[in-house]
């Protein structure tokens, strides 16, 4: 039990469903089910049925949602396999796979046209290479100072000083 208890503490802290977190999270829905019918038959109120097909609801939901976590971690694991082969240089795709250019991906396009600017010297269709592309994304060179508005309600943006006013004071003397 001691140990079963330090694994759900830790499953806590790890990501996805562990089996310890599925196990405690059934036993209480299970616990959670006895109660309300204890309540029911105690009662014979309809808010503990109701209670119960909530509950159910909720626990059939924790439990289609973590095995549908636990497929799509498997196909993950599975997918890193396969690029893991691909660097070390063997291949799960077949040989013509690897030479068919009838992609439509941006990347490949991309890399296709930079491919011939390269070789032409001139960009070649409306698209932007990667280079022009990361050239549009940059700030412009000399920053425009750019005045802030007034929070305080002025419109005008003129802020006056201390000594401002003692000059107005000074002008206006006895």
């Known amino acids: 039990m001691g140990s079963f208890v330090e694994d759900l503490w830790s499953s806590v802290f790890t990501?996805?469903?562990t089996p310890s977190l599925l196990i405690a999270t059934n036993v209480t829905f299970a616990a959670l089910q006895v109660l309300l019918l204890a309540l029911l038959l105690a009662t014979y109120s309809i808010h503990f049925v109701v209670l119960s097909i909530l509950s159910a609801a909720l626990w059939w939901s924790i439990n289609w949602f973590a095995q549908e976590l636990s497929q799509v971690q498997a196909q993950e694991a599975l997918k890193e396999t396969h690029e893991d082969k691909e660097r070390r240089g063997g291949?799960?795709?077949p040989p013509a796979a690897l030479d068919s250019s009838d992609s439509d991906t941006e990347t490949e396009v991309v890399k296709e046209k930079s491919k011939a600017t390269a070789a032409t010297g001139v960009a070649t269709g409306a698209?932007?290479?990667a280079a022009s592309a990361s050239?549009?994304?940059q700030p412009p060179a000399e920053?425009?100072?750019r005045k802030r508005?007034?929070?305080s309600g002025e419109s005008s943006g003129y802020h006056s000083t201390d000594s401002e006013w003692e000059k107005v004071d000074d002008n206006n003397g006895p």
């Open 91 to 93: 291949s799960t795709k």
């Open 149 to 151: 508005l007034s929070v």
């Open 135 to 137: 050239a549009t994304l």
């Open 127 to 129: 698209a932007p290479t």
């Open 15 to 17: 990501p996805g469903p």
């Open 143 to 145: 920053p425009q100072a």
